[in-house]
């Protein structure tokens, strides 16, 4: 079996963010004034990429210490790589939203599970992104204990603001760069994923969401006018209405 499309494609996007598009899953490393934050950190065997991202963030950066990790939710695709940046930079924040906390600490956390998966696992295509993610580290165990959450005047002293995006799971959040026009959303707004037939823009597909009616009804609310770079697919720039 060949091995996992773990490499990402990183890209600057703005003046002090970095997008790190895999096929698998996204983050994206970001300048502040207090040194670089990384939102989210891919699966278990991706930690080195996201650190290698937050490197490029960090390069000619006045303060170009890695200081924190924002979590968008806590689920492993996302948070799996966390474990090994911690245990490289043990000095580093591990923040999320007040109810995703218990979630990120793990290791009981809102996960798809095979029971819901069902008939899903008669697609190839669903069997693949599967196979993939667990050759990535998707079953790892994954425990965060020093995660803990963010207060709103804490993201502003990195130049960030949270945006709660409930359904995906229960403290889902976006992170907007303020000043930067750029919205992270996690999997609150995705525009792909490895298991779709074809892509699609907005709330992720319904089995992977713990709430997905109030998931569909947040992604109806990102705004079009940032640029989003969501937790799967790629960047989509941002409209900005006619007259």
């Not at 906390?101 to 899903?120: C, D, L, Y």
């Not at 580290?137 to 130049?159: N, V």
């Not at 907007?176 to 779709?196: I, M």
């Amino acid at each position: 079996m060949p091995a996992p499309p773990q490499n990402p494609v990183i890209t600057r996007v703005s003046d002090r963010v970095w997008f790190a598009e895999s096929p698998l899953v996204n983050w994206a490393a970001v300048r502040t004034p207090r040194g670089v934050v990384l939102v989210d950190a891919g699966y278990a065997d991706q930690a080195e990429h996201a650190l290698h991202t937050a490197g490029i963030a960090s390069d000619g950066a006045e303060q170009p210490k890695l200081v924190a990790v924002l979590v968008t939710h806590g689920h492993t695709d996302h948070i799996g790589g966390i474990v090994d940046v911690v245990r490289q930079h043990p000095d580093i924040a591990v923040l999320a939203a007040p109810e995703e906390v218990a979630s990120v600490r793990g290791p009981e956390r809102e996960q798809i599970t095979i029971q819901r998966m069902g008939a899903n696992l008669l697609r190839p295509k669903f069997v693949s992104w599967l196979r993939q993610g667990v050759r990535a580290g998707g079953l790892r165990p994954t425990a965060i204990p020093t995660a803990r959450a963010w207060t709103d005047a804490e993201l502003e002293s990195y130049g960030i603001r949270a945006h709660r995006a409930p359904g995906h799971t229960i403290g889902s959040t976006s992170y907007e760069v303020l000043g930067d026009n750029v919205l992270l959303t996690g999997d609150a707004f995705v525009t792909n994923h490895l298991s779709y037939r074809r892509p699609a823009v907005g709330a992720i597909a319904d089995l992977f969401s713990a709430d997905p009616a109030t998931a569909a009804a947040t992604a109806a609310t990102i705004p079009r006018t940032f640029t989003i770079l969501p937790g799967h697919g790629p960047a989509l720039a941002a409209s900005h209405p006619t007259s």
